[in-house]
């Protein structure tokens, strides 16, 4: 059986003729595992989601994807203030025909993918109303709904406080452990740090890296995919020895050198 | 699922279970009202209610040609859907104001007031019970008041193909259309609805003698006016003094007016209805005859500094229509005189002044009605077109004091 | 999937009774009480009935099977009631109900709470297909006729100009498409209105104001079978428009084919609405304010508000007409009625429920 969730081959995206976002990008992506993609603002991580979810033909290239993909998007906008239940049953639309109407079973199924994510009790609390990291786990129970085997998440991240940013990350963990594939995007290399198995640098056009985030998460490689070096700081916590990834900005705090 | 009560028998649980499974029940919420509201639809279906045929009846051809049973002893007639005319012209054609059941409107009861037949029959003016009191006119709509209407007990129903009318003919009560008039003769359609109306009152020769009469009265116009050559007719605007300018153009229904009078409409080969004053400096006319029943007066048109450059305004050649509102619509009787006063006016040389005359008789005559001096001064709208040219000749003492001005 | 271990106890209590806004029954209640108002709105009127007449009358009517040879009542009063009075009911509650579907769905596909039926210009197109109808002098069948062709060719119009632009299922380009056309048409209507000989001119102003008067069981079966057929279909797939309310490339990802759908949701809500103003002119004002208020009664769900929509758009319209067929003598036109309405009752929404139902995120 095939272990590939997703792949692609020669992928490149043009907007407008001859004004290539990218171009020749390839990648596995490999099931069970965590992906990530990482690329400053505005290197086109957005549109290769698009044309991941297929909502967007490439210029060239090819794709293939191994089973059902569930999208958890970066903004989030409602014009209705419908209940965290209600979006969440939106995740059963590929089960449900397009002439018929959610069937109990369709909100048991819901309900309990809101329990997975600790958010049964706010079932029917309106979704506008709640925080950004409440939000963002609804609509995880919402792509888990869907009984994808993909989920694929813009920016997870980047619109939450801290502690709803660790909450996530341990989320991310828990299903890849549980066996979905998951692939996200994001501009916090120690994110991707903490989380990812593999990740894809998109330096430039052409340029791109590519494989287990032990060899390509580097601090050269992120030094030329952002233009700020970062250093590996590892330290002790409870018992247990952990390693992040720090940016070095010019404007860090200085210590006064010792002796 | 579970069933609704233990006691249900078997199969019924089954089928319940099957119409939850396809979530069918979740759909009666606007299924049952769709549904019944479909049902109430195929009610409609139902043959229409019928009016049984009257016991004893004459038959009458109505003006679209149908032949309509009318019971005898004659009930009552209602005029529906008119501009107030069909009024006029039963009272004219039956001289029968009790065979009344319903006259019009309340704002045709206004302008019912102004005409002449007001003053013939006040009766019909000052009876409440023959004018409906709401404001409902038929322009609101083909059916406004039907079920007042139908509310009245009458023999039969006098309308036109678009009022309601339509609704009493279909279930069966004797109605009786007047002629679609289009933009033909106005006089051929006078002349139809005053046979059909005579006829429904049993006094068909009433309407021949109206028609012979008015007949007669536009061969005596003919003859004592002669054949005018086209190069030596006056031409003549009949136009609104509201901007943009209702001009009575060539394809609407005054062009029964203009040819008995020998004169030439202005405005032909312009196809709008209304025109704006460059259009109107640019034909001007030797004659303007203002709509009756509101705007400016000759006066005050003629004071207007928009308009001095017209020729019929420097030689004082504007007079206001006949009648109240409208202008020139006026009955069978009425008319041929309304025409004989155009003509008078643009052929004054070749006309003796009669109008007042023609006026007296024919109504004293037909209906025994005399106009006094003040009111044939009204109607002619005296006061208002005494100053222009040559209206002299329509005063009380127009035979002495008659005057002459030769056309251009 | 394995679950996560969390007792599961809570799952079943929490879904056998979710606090539904409006209680379960509301969709039931709107229901009945429009089937009631129908029957009360067929006992009412300006012909001198005595009320256990025409209950007697109304009796026989509903009950299928012909009617009995030598009844109580005399010919005008089942005249009244059967030919004068049912098929205006009838068009008065399609209409209404009509424009209450179409303004929910169109209110959930284009996302947005402020557009109301005449958004694709078919309430234009339709208006100068009517007027142009009356120039001719047509009976009362063509000018339904003209009127529905209009709407229609409106509506293709629109779909085409939105075609064109870049991204055509675009929600904007759509409503951009809209408000041209329906200019456009607008301005025909004028063309129409200012060429038209001065005895014509009333009756159609009258028309373009919206009202019942005049409307037989042809005009009944005109607007029934686009309403309920077309309503069928929405009612189908109101748990769809859901969906539409997301964004684009959210649904999408949810396997939804949201410009096919948002087309057809769209062609449906148009086709409902060009053969409303066809049979009885234009009444504006209940597809934008109907939407709001079953909003406020059973929540932003499209399963419960598109039902709800349309049996309140329902009987707001029949109240409106039994209003001015009875108390106000002056047959004042629905379509006024409900502007002088709705106005004021929409702004006081505004103010009371400060934008409850819809979030403007």
């Known amino acids: ?259 | 699922m579970e069933p609704a009560s233990p006691g249900m028998p078997f199969p019924l649980t089954r089928i319940f279970r099957w119409t939850a499974s396809f979530g069918i029940l979740r759909e009666l919420a606007w299924f049952i009202p769709f549904a019944s509201i479909g049902l109430i639809v195929l009610a409609l279906t139902r043959p229409s209610p019928q009016f049984p045929a009257p016991a004893r009846s004459h038959t009458v051809i109505d003006g679209s040609g149908a032949p309509v049973r009318i019971g005898q002893p004659f009930q009552g007639a209602v005029m529906t859907w008119g501009p107030g005319f069909y009024t006029d012209a039963f009272l004219e054609a039956t001289v029968a104001p009790e065979a009344l059941a319903r006259a019009g409107t309340a704002r045709e009861r206004g302008d019912f007031a102004k005409r002449i037949w007001s003053r013939i029959f006040p009766q019909v003016l000052k009876q409440d019970s023959l004018w409906d009191s709401g404001i409902m006119t038929y322009q609101k709509g083909p059916d406004a008041g039907v079920e007042g209407l139908l509310a009245l007990d009458a023999g039969v129903f006098f309308g036109n193909r678009h009022g309601p009318a339509r609704l009493t003919r279909q279930i069966g009560i004797p109605t009786l259309l007047f002629s679609t008039q289009g933009n033909g003769n106005w006089d051929d359609f006078l002349r139809a609805a005053a046979r059909m109306v005579a006829e429904v009152s049993g006094h068909p020769e009433r309407a021949e003698a109206l028609i012979e009469q008015n007949r007669q009265a536009y061969r005596e116009l003919a003859a004592e006016l002669g054949a005018v050559p086209e190069a030596r007719q006056p031409c003549v605007l009949i136009m609104g003094t509201s901007s943009p300018y209702y001009v009575k153009s060539f394809n609407n229904d005054y062009q029964y007016y203009l040819p008995p009078a020998q004169v030439r409409n202005a405005t032909v080969g312009l196809t709008g209805q209304r025109q704006d004053a460059e259009r109107i400096l640019a034909m001007d006319p030797d004659f303007i005859f203002l709509m009756a029943g509101g705007g400016a007066s000759p006066q005050e048109f003629m004071a207007n500094p928009l308009w001095r450059g017209l020729k019929a305004v420097r030689a004082k050649r504007v007079y206001r229509m006949l009648g109240a509102r409208g202008g020139g619509l006026l009955g069978l009787t009425y008319q041929p005189i309304s025409v004989r006063w155009m003509a008078e006016i643009t052929h004054p040389d070749r006309l003796q002044p009669k109008v007042r005359e023609l006026l007296r008789d024919a109504y004293v005559s037909r209906f025994g009605y005399s106009m006094s001096d003040a009111e044939i001064d009204a109607d002619l709208h005296l006061d208002a077109n005494l100053g222009s040219a040559g209206y002299g000749r329509f005063a009380r003492d127009a035979f002495s004091v008659h005057k002459q001005s030769a056309p251009q | 999937m394995t679950d996560s271990g969390l007792t599961i106890s809570v799952a079943p209590l929490v879904a056998k009774h979710p606090p539904m806004p409006g209680g379960r029954c509301m969709p039931y209640l709107l229901g009945v009480a429009v089937l009631l108002a129908i029957v009360g709105s067929l006992l009412l009127g300006a012909y001198p009935m005595p009320f256990d007449q025409a209950v007697t009358i109304v009796a026989h009517l509903a009950w299928p099977g012909p009617l009995p040879d030598d009844p109580s009542w005399n010919i005008k009063e089942l005249t009244v009631i059967q030919t004068v009075r049912l098929p205006r009911v009838l068009v008065a509650t399609l209409a209404g109900m009509g424009l209450g579907m179409a303004g929910a769905a169109l209110q959930g596909v284009m996302r947005n709470p402020l557009v109301g039926p005449d958004l694709v210009g078919v309430t234009s197109g339709a208006a100068f297909g009517g007027v142009l109808a009356m120039l001719f002098g047509w009976p009362p069948i063509g000018v339904v006729g003209l009127a529905f062709v209009g709407g229609l060719l409106a509506m293709g119009l629109t779909f085409t100009l939105a075609r064109l632009a870049r991204n055509g299922g675009n929600g904007m380009a759509l409503i951009l498409a809209g408000v041209f056309i329906g200019a456009f048409f607008i301005a025909l209507v004028g063309l129409v209105q200012f060429v038209a000989p001065d005895v014509k001119l009333p009756g159609m102003v009258y028309w373009l104001l919206g009202s019942f008067i005049g409307v037989d069981a042809q005009k009944v079966f005109m607007i029934a079978i686009p309403t309920l057929g077309g309503g069928a279909v929405l009612m189908l797939l109101r748990w769809r428009i859901n969906l539409l309310s997301l964004g684009d490339l959210d649904a999408a990802s949810l396997g939804v084919d949201v410009r096919w759908l948002r087309w057809l949701v769209i062609a449906v809500v148009s086709l409902i609405v060009a053969a409303q103003v066809s049979v009885a002119g234009v009444i504006g004002w209940v597809g934008l304010v109907v939407p709001h208020l079953a909003r406020m009664l059973v929540g932003p769900d499209h399963r419960r508000l598109l039902p709800a929509s349309a049996l309140l758009g329902g009987l707001f319209v029949l109240g409106l007409d039994d209003v001015t067929r009875t108390i106000v003598r002056g047959e004042l036109p629905v379509g006024v009625l409900s502007a002088l309405v709705g106005t004021p009752f929409i702004c006081f929404l505004f103010w009371k429920t400060q934008t409850k139902g819809w979030s403007d995120q």
Not at chain 1, 22 to 32: L, M, W
Not at chain 1, 63 to 77: D, E, K, N, T, Y
Request: include cysteine; glycine fraction near 8%; charged fraction near 20%.
């Open chain 1, 1 to 259: 059986m095939n272990n590939t969730a997703l792949a692609f081959d020669g992928l490149g995206h043009a907007y407008l003729p001859e004004r290539w976002i990218f171009r020749g990008y390839r990648a596995a992506v490999t099931r069970g595992r965590v992906f990530a993609l990482l690329g400053p603002n505005g290197r086109g991580k957005t549109t290769l989601l698009k044309i991941l979810l297929g909502a967007l033909q490439p210029s060239e290239g090819e794709i293939q994807v191994h089973g059902r993909i569930a999208f958890v998007p970066q903004l989030f906008q409602v014009s209705f203030d419908y209940s965290a239940l209600d979006m969440v049953l939106m995740g059963r639309a590929r089960k449900i025909g397009l002439f018929t109407q959610p069937v109990p079973a369709d909100e048991e199924a819901a309900l309990q993918a809101l329990e997975r994510f600790g958010m049964a009790h706010a079932a029917h609390r309106p979704f506008h109303e709640m925080s950004g990291g409440q939000r963002q786990l609804v609509i995880f129970a919402r792509a888990l709904v869907a009984e994808a085997d993909i989920l694929i998440l813009d920016e997870p991240t980047s619109a939450l406080d801290l502690k709803n940013q660790g909450i996530v990350l341990e989320w991310i963990a828990k299903l890849r452990d549980e066996g979905l594939t998951v692939l996200f995007t994001t501009h916090h290399p120690h994110h991707a740090h903490a989380v990812a198995d593999d990740a894809l640098l998109m330096f430039s056009e052409r340029d791109y890296a590519c494989g287990p985030v032990d060899e390509v998460l580097t601090e050269a490689h992120l030094l030329r995919l952002y233009g700020v070096p970062l250093r590996q700081v590892a330290f002790e916590y409870e018992g247990k020895a952990l390693a992040s990834l720090v940016p070095v900005h010019g404007s860090l705090r200085r210590l006064p050198v010792a002796g």
